[in-house]
């Protein structure tokens, strides 16, 4: 069973920051990407980034690009993603998970995603 928490939500003003956070094992970071899908309200799951095990293919949404920033801290057996200058349409359930194998999936193919955490509630709103 692959466990992965993420943290790191709230509310937030358009224009604002936050920093997501998610733990998993070392094991999980060494052998599958991880990515982060968010959910907003009435709408389906989108993917947003995606790390490989490798770091050599990161991918954003068009929507977030120059925005988000996906990294990883293999001390912390943690995954970040830096989310600056948020706006309204940001707003979602934030979930990170791990794929099946060491690449990401296209961004598109949310449910690729093998492994799941629980979700962090992001709002932005002023």
């Known amino acids: 069973q692959v466990e992965l928490v993420e943290s790191g939500g709230g509310l937030v003003q358009p224009g604002g920051s936050l920093r997501l956070s998610c733990v998993t094992s070392?094991?999980?970071?060494?052998?599958?990407?991880i990515g982060w899908i968010r959910q907003a309200p009435g709408k389906e799951r989108e993917g947003v980034s995606c790390r490989s095990v490798s770091g050599l293919n990161i991918n954003y949404a068009d929507s977030v690009k120059g925005r988000f920033t996906i990294s990883r801290d293999n001390a912390k057996s943690t995954v970040y993603l830096q989310m600056n200058n948020l706006r309204p349409e940001d707003t979602g359930i934030y979930y990170c998970a791990a794929a099946p194998g060491r690449g990401c999936p296209f961004l598109r193919d949310v449910n690729e995603y093998r492994d799941w955490g629980q979700g962090t509630q992001v709002t932005v709103s002023s």
């Open positions: 070392a094991s999980t970071l060494d052998s599958r990407a």
